[in-house]
């Protein structure tokens, strides 16, 4: 059907129901009148909560900024001179710094779980633990957010996440399909030059050198502009 003809369908479609409306409203005046306050009263309900909604994602957006600006602190040794205090927003190990970074993103989680800014907290908190060589507890955290993400940018990012963190774990058989379905997504969110060289890492650590070879030459021949081609090359080289 032609997109004029569509749009006619629609006018007079329109204009039908705008008739019918009309007798409607003649007919029934006194019931539509307490229908209309009803609608109104949803109206201020709804516009509450978006009120309501639209401060609470303030608030917890906030409070993650709090952790994220925790997560990036600068590590500053511990002052020697005796009677000297940690520089403020510096921390003395990366330890203590990611200590700190997933008490903060515990409480944006634990405040605000149904919030774009909780979703982003999960990711950075499973983040965090697998800085720290916590592999269970950080694939536990990267699938809960995988879980609340939806469908959106936190989602391909926790499940790179999470692949990198089995593989890392040495738990090859989970992680690496994880990155060869995220690197079939031609359509995906993330860059699949990116995800080529994470996986044909992952083949590497796993011991598949023919798939990481295979890997490295894709990055090579299908994508010759990108940045990681030069670290491709270096490895094809290693492998021979």
Do not use: C
């Amino acid at each position: 059907m032609k997109a004029e003809q569509r749009h006619k369908l629609k006018q007079n479609d329109f204009a039908l129901r705008v008739a019918k409306a009309t007798e409607v409203l003649a007919a029934n005046r006194d019931r539509i009148v307490i229908g209309i306050v009803a609608v109104v009263a949803v109206v201020l309900i709804a516009s509450a909560y978006q009120w309501w909604s639209g401060r609470t994602s303030a608030k917890a957006e906030s409070l993650l900024a709090i952790a994220m600006q925790t997560y990036d602190s600068p590590i500053v040794p511990a002052p020697t001179v005796p009677g000297a205090t940690q520089q403020g927003g510096t921390f003395p190990t990366e330890q203590a710094r990611n200590e700190a970074a997933l008490a903060a993103f515990q409480q944006v989680i634990d405040q605000y779980p149904s919030t774009q800014a909780g979703t982003a907290a999960r990711y950075h908190h499973a983040a965090s633990l697998a800085a720290m060589g916590k592999y269970a507890e950080a694939e536990k955290g990267f699938q809960s957010t995988i879980d609340a993400a939806g469908n959106d940018l936190y989602t391909v990012a926790a499940k790179m996440g999470q692949a990198e963190t089995l593989i890392a774990a040495g738990q090859f058989d989970k992680g690496l399909p994880i990155l060869e379905s995220l690197a079939a997504d031609r359509d995906g969110m993330l860059p699949v030059d990116g995800v080529l060289m994470e996986l044909a890492r992952g083949y590497q650590k796993a011991g598949k050198t023919a798939e990481a070879k295979t890997t490295f030459k894709r990055i090579v021949d299908e994508f010759p502009d990108s940045l990681f081609v030069p670290q491709a090359r270096t490895e094809l080289t290693k492998l021979g």
